[in-house]
């Protein structure tokens, strides 16, 4: 059981590493994939570079990276502003407006966005403070907020489904391409469900529509930022043509397979830093110089990120190799659990790792083993997948919570402990309960 004793060691690290010292989450990474090396034997060196070069040379990392600059060029083009604007002036004068406003434009970006973090401040920047405007309080305001951001990792093409798709355990069960229609489908529960929180915050509050002095009039709005919702038509263009009959007809006029030719994950980024540049080119820099600074500006977020997916693929390599796959569904075989039981018991380790790491981080530490498990169990790999997405949403909703909470609470200026129970009780159950029924086939996707 080796395996088992270098996931334990691994997860020691990490959650000492960034709980106790309270240092980051790249460097947890790093010391965690350092610290399973010696599991692997004699040969530690040699697959502590095999394990570290896959990453490296892994498509995911670098559609990954694009990913995070789509999303800051969208931030300071000012699309993102337009989009939010958009929205509030559609439904920011009913009751409550802010607070659906600050539901579906969380939904709306993490759809595109996929930081959590960044959908907390992008969202909460503007809606929290309507909120309490509104006569919400600031931690229901800030509760909101941070059981949103969650969506990011529930809707395609998140760091986390790439990290978990790219791994060693689970890249053999299953086709990125083939993930997504799901995993749309199980973002969509999970949207069903805030639009259901967001209900009843706002029915135990005293909140008022908004003031229309505090949002712009549909048809200013409108014309400002009708051309934002083509970030959600060009996403679709990847999709479309490596799928269905359409892939089918322009593999036969051109003579290869498309869904090999066409890399969905590298080229959904490129559609849509394409499209926001297009979008938002009048805040965009004119020189060279200019647009240096603009990528010098943008540089700490791939730092964090890069080595992050990075050390993530490579520490998941590096486990993979100790034989932990087959060793923790082994063991969790032998329990001989109903199906209703083991997606309780891995929906609950893969949340209790999810709350001091990063999302990221819990796919690479317990999302693939959940995955293989569920399989080995005869899940089918999309829908454990799926199911194994949907519990490590819960960064933000599990004390001692993850950067969306901390953000969130910080632009509200509420004490984050104010909000755990409410994130709780409001977030992290009802998904565990989300992904058990998709499990169980209850919710289809």
Known sequence: MIGIWALGAYLAVILLWTTLIKR??????????????????????????????????????YATMAFVFMGYLLDKSGVLDRLIDLLNSLIGGVKGGPAWVSTVASAGLGGVVHNQAAIAATVGSVT??????????????????????????????????FVLVGSATVGPLLNINDLVLPLLFGGLWCFLHRLIVTWLLIRKSGMAPLDAAHRLTVKTAFGQGWATLLLFVVVAIPLIITSGAIATALSDWIGADITKSVSVIVWIPVVLIITGALLGWKRL??????????????????GVVGITV?????????????????QMTALLNRMNLPLWLLAILIGLIVIAVAAPLSATATMAAVGTVGVATLVAAGVPATTAAVAVLVFSSCEAAVPPGGAPLYVACGIADVNPIATFARLLTHYALPLLGIGVLIILGILPI
Do not use: C, H
């Open 24 to 61: 980051s989450v790249g460097e947890a990474m790093i010391i965690g994939f350092l610290v399973v090396l010696p599991f692997t034997g004699a040969a530690a060196l040699e697959i502590g570079w095999t394990a570290l070069y896959s990453a490296m040379t892994d498509e995911i990392v």
């Open 128 to 161: 929290i403070p309507w909120m309490e405007k509104s006569k919400l309080d600031k931690p229901s305001a800030a509760t909101l907020v941070a059981g949103n951001a969650g969506m990011g990792i529930t809707f395609p093409f998140s760091a986390s489904m």
């Open 285 to 302: 820099p004119r020189g060279g110089r200019d647009w240096w600074k603009l990528l010098e500006s943008s540089a700490p977020r791939f």
């Open 310 to 326: 990075v050390f993530a693929f490579a520490g998941a390599n590096a486990l993979a190799a100790t034989g932990l796959p087959q």
